[in-house]
């Protein structure tokens, strides 16, 4: 296969030192950041589970009146779909391929941004039907789990496109090459929580 178009990964694995690895080197931090992360999700669950009862509704809406599961059936394709694309885009810088990958990630963007759009979507549907919130402590945990979830989306959603123009720039430079792998960790985590974000609040929510 002709060279063109192609770029050399850089080895990421010292095979000459079986006692440390170069990408545990430059990942740590970020698996650290992600154990954090995990907890801050776990507290908003919990959260989540202690005022999802009826009686912290204050009267106002719950459940199935107040969550859309259709639309978040669509969200998890798309986000799922996503994280399929920069899987492909990982196996594209693996083989060195500088053009499949930017389009890989390309595409993994367009698709997280209509996960985001649908999101920013149903969320403002429901504030302006009056569902903000405020109106009730069941409201504040389920918001809050949503929009902390949505934050994340938006981080990476930055994170791309800079991503893709240091690749266009540096290649497959040792420290783009980390960068990368450590927004897939991020990447590839929003949607693995995305999936229990759907099955503890939405498809919980429709039998409260």
Same mark, same amino acid.
């Given at each position: +296969? ?7 990964a850089?080895?990421?694995w ?5 006692? =440390? ?7 740590l /931090?970020?698996w !650290? ?5 995990? +907890? ?9 589970l202690v005022?999802?009862h ?7 809406? @719950?459940?199935?009146? $107040? ?18 694309? !920069? ?8 083989? /060195?391929?500088? &053009?499949?990958?930017?389009?890989? +990630?390309?595409?993994a963007? $367009?698709? &997280? ?7 920013? =979507? ?15 402590g069941y ?9 902390? =979830?949505?934050?994340h989306?938006? !981080? &990476? !959603? ?10 266009? @720039?540096?290649?497959? =430079?040792?420290? $783009?090459?980390y ?13 693995? +929580? ?9 498809l919980? /929510?429709?039998?409260?």
């Amino acid at each position: +296969m002709s060279a063109v178009g192609r770029a050399q990964a850089p080895e990421l694995w010292d095979r000459k030192d079986v006692h =440390h690895d170069k990408i545990g080197a430059h990942t740590l /931090g970020f698996w !650290l950041y992600i154990l954090s992360d995990s +907890m801050m999700y776990a507290t908003l669950f919990s959260a989540c589970l202690v005022l999802g009862h009826r009686m912290n509704a204050a009267g106002g809406p @719950m459940g199935a009146s $107040v969550l859309h599961p259709l639309t978040a059936y669509w969200e998890t394709l798309l986000i799922l779909a996503s994280v399929l694309a !920069l899987g492909l885009a990982m196996g594209a810088l693996k083989r /060195g391929r500088k &053009g499949a990958l930017l389009a890989w +990630m390309a595409v993994a963007f $367009v698709l &997280g941004a209509g996960f985001a759009a649908l999101s920013v =979507h149903a969320t403002l549907d429901l504030i302006a039907k009056g569902i903000t919130p405020e109106r009730s402590g069941y409201l504040s945990a389920d918001f809050a789990l949503i929009l902390y =979830h949505a934050i994340h989306i938006g !981080l &990476g !959603l930055i994170w791309f496109p800079v991503m893709m123009v240091q690749v266009a @720039m540096f290649g497959f =430079h040792p420290n $783009v090459v980390y960068r990368l792998l450590n927004l897939k960790l991020f990447w590839f985590f929003q949607g693995f +929580m995305w999936v229990l974000v759907f099955s503890f609040t939405y498809l919980r /929510g429709i039998l409260i």
